[in-house]
């Protein structure tokens, strides 16, 4: 059973730091396909960064330069660094994880597993 937990949120002032993680368990890490969607109050959720299982990463603009997507096999972890923080990234975050086609998730592909979620505050 695919099980992924996400841990890091938090409130922050504009500009600062967090660094959200999301352990994963029951399947083969290093082969899926991963990534970080949010979801603001009436909002729908959005993509903020994916990275495959050959590791090749994609960014929403609104992420680009300020966020970094990261995975370590070893420790079954995803990261998700977010630098330079602004109030519109106040979100809920999840990480989300799919086999893809051989490991490779296209933009807009429908990830089958789901973290409950982390929250991530950023006041002005």
């Known amino acids: 059973q695919v099980q992924l937990v996400e841990s890091g949120g938090g409130s922050v002032h504009a500009g600062g730091s967090l660094r959200l993680s999301c352990a994963g368990s029951?399947?083969?890490?290093?082969?899926?396909?991963m990534g970080w969607f949010r979801q603001a109050p009436g909002k729908e959720r959005e993509a903020v960064a994916t990275i495959n299982s050959g590791e090749t990463t994609r960014y929403a603009d609104s992420a680009k330069g300020r966020f970094t997507i990261s995975k370590d096999n070893a420790k079954n972890t995803l990261y998700l660094q977010m630098n330079s923080l602004k109030p519109e990234d106040t979100a809920m975050y999840y990480c989300?994880?799919?086999?893809?086609?051989?490991?490779?998730?296209?933009?807009?592909?429908?990830?089958?597993?789901w973290g409950q979620g982390t929250q991530v505050t950023v006041s002005s």
């Open positions: 029951g399947y083969t890490y290093s082969t899926y396909c």
């Open positions: 989300a994880a799919d086999r893809g086609v051989f490991g490779m998730c296209p933009p807009s592909w429908p990830y089958s597993y």
